[in-house]
């Protein structure tokens, strides 16, 4: 069974699922176990909060429970939205700009492409 991204931030920060659980508030240590091992999936206050544990932007724990969701995403799709959420709005303003410029010339080369 793969690893999922819980998992590998606990292992990386030599955290247990106790030291896990005195960070996260209303979180109990069977709780938190359940997390790591895929059997339950945190809340919005616990991302966040796992999120400030590990150091690491709460997109990136969302990618991952998103797809738990929504399955017909692609990775891609996932890492994709994380990476945005990420980001500052002025930052997300510029990504959607270059997006939807790479689109439309997409979309111009395949009408041109059916003629």
Known sequence: MPLNTLQLLAKASGLTATDIATAI????????????????????????????????PA??????????FDPARTKGEHDL???????????????LEVVRTMADTHAVSRRKAKK
């Open 59 to 68: 997109g990136a724990l969302l990618s991952e429970l998103a797809s738990t």
């Open 25 to 56: 508030p209303r979180a109990g240590v069977a709780t938190v176990k359940a997390w790591l091992s895929g059997d339950k999936l945190p809340g919005k206050e616990q991302v966040n909060a796992l999120a400030r544990t590990f150091g690491v």
């Open 81 to 95: 939205l994380a990476a945005y959420r990420s980001l500052n709005t002025k930052q997300q303003g510029a990504v």
